[in-house]
Structures are given as structure tokens and as C-alpha cells.
């Protein structure tokens, strides 16, 4: 299988993607093939609670929003700017993301 996180570029801000409720990164599997073909550096986040995987604990929007921003805080700086995007409920989560971040940090939004 792929790596579904490949090492960033520098020319272009890294696409953080969250997939839909209760998938996984394989979601951007065809996704991330395009991508990567066209040099664009992205990042597929698990959310505890919320990834295919994690369905242990019951979960609310809120704890998605918080382990997601979560995510987001261990892997960037507060000052890199990343374009938050996501796939249904995981393109909700990263508007809510966006919203939340200092307007500067926030190259773009997309949403599947």
C-alpha cells in the first residue's frame, strides 16, 4: 500500500484532510494518487473517537473538534499555515477548524 503521508514540499501549504464519520485515510486513497502527482504535500488525520478504527467510546461533535484540533497541534506549528480539508462530516470538522484558527494560519478550505 501507499504512503498516505508523503513528506511535504515547500513551494505549496500541506492539505490536511479528515474523512468522512467513521472511515479511515484510505478514503483519499484514489485522492491522494492526484495529489501526490501533482506535488501537493497532504496529510490524512485518525481522530480518536471518530476513525474507523477508534468506535470504542461514544463521541460528540465537540470531542471531535477538540481531538482533531488535537491532531492538528501535534503535527503543525500554531503558525504554519495548512489548507483544511475533509470529505462529508470530516469537511464540517474542518470548517469548524478553520473557524477556530487565526485567520492568517488558514490558507484555504476544501470540502468533499
Keep these: 500500500m ?4 508523503p513528506v511535504p514540499t515547500a513551494s505549496l501549504p500541506t492539505l490536511v484532510l479528515i474523512h468522512g464519520l467513521f ?3 484510505l478514503e483519499f486513497a484514489l485522492t491522494s494518487q492526484t495529489l501526490r502527482s501533482r506535488g501537493v504535500s ?3 488525520l485518525r481522530i480518536p473517537g471518530y476513525t474507523l478504527a477508534d468506535r470504542s467510546r461514544p463521541s460528540t461533535w465537540r ?3 477538540h481531538a482533531a484540533s488535537a ?3 501535534a503535527r503543525y506549528g500554531p503558525e504554519e499555515p495548512i489548507v483544511r480539508g ?3 462530516v470530516g469537511g464540517a470538522l474542518a470548517i469548524a477548524l478553520a473557524a477556530e484558527a487565526l485567520p492568517q494560519w ?3 478550505v476544501a470540502v468533499l
Excluded at 501507499?2 to 503521508?5: F, H, L, S, T
Design 2 to 5: 501507499q504512503d498516505m503521508n
Design 23 to 25: 472511515s479511515s485515510p
Design 63 to 65: 470531542d471531535w473538534v
Design 42 to 44: 497532504f496529510d490524512c
Design 86 to 88: 475533509g470529505l462529508c
Design 71 to 73: 491532531a492538528l497541534d
Design 106 to 108: 488558514v490558507c484555504g
